[in-house]
T-cell receptor, first 111, second 119 residues
Framework: EAGVTQSPTHLIKTRGQQATLRCSPI?????VYWYQQALGLGLQFLLW???????NRGNFPPRFSGRQFPNYSSELNVNALELEDSALYLC??????????FGPGTRLTVT | AQKITQTQPGMFVQEKEAVTLDCTYD???????LFWYKQPSSGEMIFLIY??????QNATEGRYSLNFQKARKSANLVISASQLGDSAMYFC????????????????FGTGTQLKVEL
C-alpha cells in the first residue's frame, strides 16, 4: 500500500513569492493534516482537512491556506513568503479518528 | 504550560541495550491519545506506537513499548535491543479530545529526543 506522498521534495522561493505544496493521502484516508517543522521551533500544527472541509487551524496567519480536493489530496499555499517560513512542511493522513501517517515532507527555503 | 515535555534533548545507548525515552503530558481531557514517532535524518516521521487514555494495557509494537502511567501523566517509550538504525530523533505527541469535538485530531508534539546508538 502506497504511503503519503508529497511534492515537491524541495522548493526554493524568494521573499514575497507564493509557494504551493501538494500532498496525496493513503488510499482510504479522508483526513489530511499539515504541520510546519521550523528549525528550533519543533512541529507546529497548521491545518486539518476532512471530507473537503477545513476542520481546524493552528496559530498561523491567513497567508497560510489550503484546500482538499474530491480525491482527498490536498494543497498548502503560502502567500507573501517570509524568511521565517523556511521549514520542513509535513503532511499526514488518517482515517477519521485513526493514527496519523506522515509523508516525507517538502523542504521550503525562502531566500 | 507545555502540553508535551521531553526533558532529554539527547541520549546515547549501546547497541543491543534497552533505552527509555521520557515523555510527560498535560491535559484536562479524559479522552486523549499518546503517540511516538521516529524522525530519521531524511525527515520523514515514522509512526511507532499509540496509547489511548482508556487503554488499560501498555501498548507494545515489536521492540517498542510504551510505559503509560496515567496518574503521573507520563508515556515513556522503551526501545529494547537497540540497533544502529534506531539512531534518530524521537517525538512524543498527544491528541486531545476526539475528532468530533472540533478541536480534536491535531497532534501536539514535544521538542524531541535525539537518540544515538553506539557500537
Amino acid at each position: 500500500e502506497a504511503g503519503v506522498t508529497q511534492s515537491p521534495t524541495h522548493l526554493i522561493k524568494t521573499r514575497g513569492q507564493q509557494a504551493t505544496l501538494r500532498c496525496s493521502p493513503i488510499s482510504g484516508h479522508t483526513s489530511v493534516y499539515w504541520y510546519q517543522q521550523a528549525l528550533g521551533l519543533g512541529l507546529q500544527f497548521l491545518l486539518w482537512y476532512d471530507e473537503g472541509e477545513e476542520r481546524n487551524r493552528g496559530n498561523f496567519p491567513p497567508r497560510f491556506s489550503g484546500r482538499q480536493f474530491p480525491n482527498y489530496s490536498s494543497e498548502l499555499n503560502v502567500n507573501a513568503l517570509e524568511l521565517e517560513d523556511s521549514a520542513l512542511y509535513l503532511c499526514a493522513s488518517s482515517s477519521t479518528a485513526g493514527e496519523q501517517y506522515f509523508g516525507p515532507g517538502t523542504r521550503l527555503t525562502v531566500t | 504550560a507545555q502540553k508535551i515535555t521531553q526533558t532529554q534533548p539527547g541520549m546515547f545507548v549501546q547497541e543491543k541495550e534497552a533505552v527509555t525515552l521520557d515523555c510527560t503530558y498535560d491535559t484536562s481531557d479524559q479522552s486523549y491519545g499518546l503517540f511516538w514517532y521516529k524522525q530519521p535524518s531524511s525527515g520523514e516521521m515514522i509512526f511507532l506506537i499509540y496509547q489511548g487514555s482508556y487503554d488499560e494495557q501498555n501498548a507494545t509494537e515489536g521492540r517498542y513499548s510504551l510505559n503509560f502511567q496515567k496518574a503521573r501523566k507520563s508515556a515513556n517509550l522503551v526501545i529494547s535491543a537497540s540497533q544502529l538504525g534506531d539512531s534518530a530523533m524521537y517525538f512524543c505527541a498527544m491528541r486531545e479530545g476526539s475528532s468530533y469535538t472540533g478541536g480534536g485530531n491535531k497532534l501536539t508534539f514535544g521538542t524531541g529526543t535525539q537518540l544515538k546508538v553506539e557500537l
